[in-house]
């Protein structure tokens, strides 16, 4: 079980607390060498298991526990393989970056910035407990007073999500893409906005309905099931896997963590798809064949690039560019007010405002990095406040209460900040909106009363509408025994006088 440390068990967070800045500030003053790659895949890895420790002290399945295991293996997971590899298996992608000057540099703001994420998240989350399990004897203490109500909403969510997916990919080229079209896929969706939020939709209806329980949560699992089937065909590999991550968080939250044993036996086998996956994201399809055993270290150096953009970051503005003082961290409402004063500026495809689409036009499809989106507006101060900031807000969500709406909340609003790892930072402020938009609506469609009592444990075969028929009869039983007790104490007082 997800569980605190508690009892006899020794409590090694403050320890790693000391060991963890002590270590940060040793990287603050003495930079890790540039031109030894297992020089800088150790200082990144010892950072790494330190936030870690910190952070899983108090359960594995915790959100920022979460976001870190993420944020490692998409900042980290290239160096560390190629630390221990011959580089003469990396020969169908380009790694020469990795030899890059700005390599060193870059892993030194990584492991800054993951440091100020891994302390504000402890921070905000104080002393906040893994919250008891939600169950059906449970649900009328909540807010939701009918969670089938959050679990139809949840469903209709989900569904729009896959049903933009769908055209999507039917537009893109259709079934001809399931044999390895991902650029064919992203260069038909390019200026398809949608599609982003299709995604969202995926994830946030499917935390929703699983959250609900009952049907509602075996159809979420089964609809998100179908659907990273043919995301994974396709290429989408970040599709999957944010939405899987903040689905089960979730279900941890409501007493179903996953068991010890699915998790070793689930990751490697994650990663040996991950790693299927990556021969639709080279040119023609063509990647070097994995075997069994490197599938999985295939998988992280795969995953492992988001330190290239920091490196490429750090390179232009060793050249004297500016930085942008916080404008790629706001584009889309500005981008949105420009649009409803008739001053628009563009497509987005062509507005470099957008931290994604600047990398794209100079870099490639490298994807995004909240620690080369920080440095790129403000330095290693706009590291440390970007990444701080969001552990703030992922410390804030484990404070929510161990609710219906509290869970859901936890899932929905964590998404969007899962997604924005490997991605710029200028959506989420909208992705956040829609998230509590759809949370308002949960809240108001289900929290209708019901008068209607918590199914017992004890009875699992009793149907809903038999407790409810006999609540009436079984709050009127227990009057009789105190009535009774009044009529002796009566009698008494009588006998006395």
């Given at each position: 079980m997800?569980?605190?440390?508690?009892?006899?068990r020794?409590?090694?967070?403050?320890?790693?607390?000391?060991?963890?800045v002590?270590?940060a500030?040793?990287?603050?003053?003495?930079?890790?060498?540039?031109?030894?790659i297992?020089?800088?895949?150790?200082?990144f890895?010892?950072?790494?298991?330190?936030?870690?420790?910190?952070?899983?002290?108090?359960?594995?399945?915790?959100p920022?526990t979460?976001?870190?295991?993420?944020?490692?293996?998409?900042h980290?997971?290239?160096?560390?393989?190629?630390?221990?590899?011959?580089?003469?298996?990396?020969?169908?992608?380009?790694?020469?970056?990795?030899?890059?000057?700005?390599?060193?540099?870059?892993?030194?703001?990584?492991?800054?910035?993951?440091?100020?994420?891994?302390?504000?998240?402890?921070?905000?989350?104080?002393?906040?407990?893994?919250?008891?399990?939600?169950?059906p004897?449970?649900?009328?203490?909540?807010?939701l007073?009918?969670?089938?109500?959050?679990?139809?909403?949840g469903?209709?969510?989900?569904?729009?999500?896959?049903?933009?997916?769908?055209?999507?990919?039917?537009?893109?080229?259709?079934?001809?893409?399931?044999?390895?079209?991902?650029?064919?896929?992203?260069?038909?969706n390019e200026?398809?906005?949608?599609?982003?939020?299709?995604?969202?939709?995926?994830?946030?209806?499917?935390?929703?309905?699983?959250n609900?329980g009952?049907?509602?949560?075996?159809?979420?699992w089964?609809?998100?099931?179908?659907?990273?089937?043919?995301?994974?065909?396709?290429?989408?590999r970040?599709?999957?896997?944010?939405?899987?991550?903040?689905?089960?968080?979730?279900?941890?939250?409501?007493?179903?963590?996953?068991?010890?044993?699915?998790?070793?036996?689930?990751?490697?086998?994650?990663?040996?798809?991950i790693?299927?996956?990556?021969?639709?994201?080279?040119?023609?399809?063509?990647?070097?064949a994995s075997?069994?055993?490197s599938?999985?270290?295939?998988?992280v150096?795969?995953?492992?690039?988001?330190?290239?953009?920091?490196?490429?970051?750090?390179?232009?503005?060793?050249?004297?560019?500016?930085?942008?003082?916080?404008?790629?961290?706001?584009?889309?409402?500005?981008?949105?007010?420009?649009r409803l004063?008739?001053?628009?500026?563009?497509?987005?495809?062509?507005d470099?405002?957008?931290?994604?689409?600047?990398?794209?036009?100079?870099?490639?499809?490298?994807?995004g990095?909240?620690?080369a989106?920080?440095?790129?507006n403000?330095?290693?101060?706009?590291?440390?406040?970007?990444?701080?900031a969001?552990?703030?807000?992922?410390?804030?969500?484990?404070?929510?209460?161990?609710?219906?709406?509290?869970?859901s909340?936890?899932?929905?609003l964590?998404?969007p900040?899962?997604?924005?790892i490997?991605?710029?930072?200028?959506?989420?402020?909208a992705?956040?909106?829609?998230?509590?938009?759809?949370?308002?609506?949960?809240?108001?469609?289900?929290?209708?009363?019901?008068?209607?009592?918590?199914?017992?444990?004890?009875?699992?075969?009793?149907?809903?509408?038999?407790?409810?028929?006999?609540?009436?009869?079984?709050?009127?039983?227990?009057?009789?025994?105190?009535?009774?007790?009044?009529?002796?104490?009566?009698?008494?007082?009588?006998?006395?006088?």
């Amino acid at each position: 079980m997800d569980q605190p440390l508690t009892g006899d068990r020794l409590d090694l967070r403050p320890l790693s607390f000391v060991a963890l800045v002590g270590f940060a500030g040793f990287v603050l003053v003495v930079p890790p060498p540039s031109d030894d790659i297992p020089v800088n895949a150790v200082a990144f890895w010892l950072a790494w298991m330190l936030c870690l420790a910190l952070l899983a002290g108090r359960g594995l399945w915790r959100p920022s526990t979460a976001y870190l295991v993420l944020f490692g293996l998409f900042h980290g997971g290239l160096l560390l393989i190629a630390a221990v590899r011959d580089v003469d298996l990396f020969a169908d992608r380009d790694i020469a970056w990795l030899y890059h000057s700005r390599v060193a540099e870059a892993t030194r703001l990584v492991i800054l910035g993951m440091t100020a994420f891994a302390l504000c998240a402890e921070l905000a989350a104080g002393r906040a407990r893994r919250p008891a399990a939600t169950t059906p004897s449970t649900v009328a203490a909540g807010p939701l007073a009918d969670p089938r109500g959050s679990g139809i909403i949840g469903l209709v969510v989900e569904f729009t999500g896959i049903g933009i997916f769908t055209a999507s990919v039917l537009g893109a080229g259709g079934f001809g893409l399931l044999n390895g079209g991902y650029r064919d896929f992203l260069a038909a969706n390019e200026s398809n906005e949608l599609l982003g939020y299709g995604s969202l939709f995926i994830g946030m209806g499917a935390v929703i309905a699983i959250n609900s329980g009952g049907r509602a949560r075996v159809a979420g699992w089964l609809a998100f099931g179908a659907h990273a089937v043919v995301a994974f065909q396709v290429g989408g590999r970040g599709e999957v896997l944010f939405p899987l991550l903040a689905m089960l968080v979730v279900e941890a939250r409501r007493g179903r963590p996953l068991r010890p044993l699915w998790t070793v036996l689930g990751v490697p086998f994650v990663l040996v798809l991950i790693a299927l996956v990556r021969t639709t994201r080279l040119p023609d399809g063509i990647a070097a064949a994995s075997t069994l055993w490197s599938a999985p270290l295939d998988a992280v150096a795969e995953m492992g690039c988001s330190l290239r953009p920091t490196a490429e970051v750090l390179d232009w503005h060793a050249s004297g560019e500016p930085f942008r003082h916080g404008i790629t961290l706001i584009a889309v409402p500005v981008r949105l007010v420009e649009r409803l004063g008739g001053w628009h500026g563009g497509t987005a495809v062509l507005d470099d405002r957008l931290f994604n689409v600047e990398i794209m036009d100079r870099v490639g499809p490298v994807g995004g990095s909240p620690v080369a989106e920080g440095y790129h507006n403000g330095g290693l101060l706009g590291v440390v406040l970007l990444l701080g900031a969001i552990g703030l807000a992922v410390g804030w969500l484990e404070r929510r209460p161990a609710t219906l709406l509290g869970h859901s909340t936890v899932g929905v609003l964590l998404l969007p900040l899962l997604v924005q790892i490997r991605n710029s930072f200028a959506p989420v402020p909208a992705q956040l909106a829609v998230g509590v938009v759809l949370l308002l609506v949960v809240r108001e469609v289900a929290k209708r009363p019901r008068d209607r009592r918590p199914i017992s444990p004890a009875q699992p075969g009793r149907r809903e509408d038999e407790a409810q028929s006999a609540t009436p009869r079984e709050a009127a039983a227990p009057a009789r025994p105190a009535m009774a007790r009044a009529a002796v104490l009566g009698a008494g007082d009588r006998q006395t006088s």
